[in-house]
């Protein structure tokens, strides 16, 4: 019993070591962001002096050439339609797939995978050319359609199984009515698809979010540069300014997160059928 | 029963569209473009293989292999240290430890953040002089341990793999803890009835109950230890420094396409052969991972 008791305390312990860690480099960033640069020179863990400031936030929020409330307003310009528009497209194509019978398990499940395997990088070159020809390099538009095109895959593949777990005959009732496919699709099975397309949503939004080699080969003028891309501007050449730096990587990260903390549990039930299911 | 397919494709047919679009099209150009010489702008030149010949045995064959090795040495690290520990801490997890939503939450952090922070976060963490790290190895007499992490040819592949698994071990913890949760609890509490130890509980019934996850996340380790390109990139910029000590086929990829600073060539075609080969490896176990996940739902 005793030993059971250690053991249980052994396990407590290193589970919040571990914590710490994890955690340990948030709370420096946020110390950083909080402090005048001469404290944190001695090392933002030393409280001797400790002087607050939102210096650091008011000029990442203004800053002349990165500013954050200009990329924080791109970022969701963009990252909202390449959630929404892959989302109806994906849930409709699931939902085909799903219910007319097609060989589509096979097939859809190797396109996805050609997906996964392929780097980013690879379709770069003529993913640039295909939106000169269609005249869409430096339009948020351009961006939204690859964005769109790299969640497709995989948000079909996660709705289809979830439609499979959706039996069919609440549907046929509807259909014995006389109702057409697409009124029955956007009138019972969209409704029930809601929790599914939830766990989805999450994934697809941080993920465009926190993109940035997407957005670095589509989109270049100053003015419409996305927050993740201002980041690195904000780096001096000559000289970092850790602080500024800091209050702005703070901004960028407060939107997933809060995505996060609210669709918790959407999120994860997401995250787990999109790797194992 | 037949196909409907006049009823199925409306409901597919704009998902596909954008997907041959923008990703089939582009894939199958760059197959096309590997077997060319093309700077960008100029005209494109057919070589045939010379691409591949001189990736494989010619000129860029020691880069190559040198930057392939460290993809393998890559894997093989976050296949022991991500999936390792998040087996372990999913097991610690999974008997309702007091916390355990706060933590999960702490250790999956860094996985919704962006790549680009990432960076930030670790290259100010590591800063030589003034970042916790170093400082913390002075302050416990270790100050001999001190260097540039990311700087030293010794230790900066490392490094990264160390911010990679930082960054990644929420995701493994996550999955593997759903797999845990999954086992029916009956099996538990028959095993403790008859007296056995948590560490008998750990290596007979969830280990075993657990190798289909395992399967499957090793074969996306693999996936990703291949195409892994960001947190090179955000730690130690296209050049992989130092000397290429943390060079991958991502940024050799990268160097080659569009070149960059010190690097001679800038040759799509050549850049595009990089790709195919990356792609022609990771596509054997890609199509095992099919194979595994279709398995796995049939039961």
Redesign the interface.
Known sequence: MMKRKI?RYI??A???L??L??????V??FM?AIRPMEE??????NFEKFNLTFENFSKALTHPTASLAQGTKNSLIVAIPATVI?LL??T??G???SR????S??LT???I???????????????FQ?LNAFGLVDRYLGLI??H???G??WI?FFMRNFFSTIPANIEEAARIDGAS??LV?FRIIFPLALPGIASAAALQF?WV?????LALISVYSPEKLLA?QR??LMRGVYHVD?GL??AG?IL??VV??T???IL?KQY?KG??GW??? | MRVKYRKLLPFILPALLIYMTFIIYPFAYSFFLSFFSWNGVGEKIFVGIKNFKEMLFGNYSKEFFNALGHNIYIFIMLTIFELGLGFVIATLLATNIKGRRVFQTIAYLPNIISMVLVGFIWSMMLNPQWGLINQFLRTIGLGFLAKPWLGDPNTALNTIIFVNIWRNVGFYVLVMLAAIIDIPPELFEAAYMDGASNWKVVWRIIFPLTVPTFQTLVVLLFIWSFNIFDVVYALEGVQAGPFRSTDVLGTLFYRTAFGGLGSAATDLGLGAAVAVLIFMMVIPLSLLYVFLVERRSKR
């Open positions: 053991l396990r407590i290193t589970m919040w571990v914590a860690i994890w955690i340990l480099p948030f420096g960033v950083t944190i020179l001695d090392g933002w863990w892959p497209i994906a409709m194509a939902y085909g797939f007319y019978k097609f060989p398990k096979k499940f190797i396109l995978i050609i997906t996964l395997a392929l780097p980013q990088q690879m379709i770069a070159v003529p993913v295909l359609l690859i769109s095109a790299w497709i895959p079909t496919d697409f699709f941080t979010w926190s993109d940035f080699f993740t980041i690195p850790w730096l800091a990587a960028v990260l997933p997160l995505v996060y903390v918790q994860v995250m787990v790797s194992l299911k």
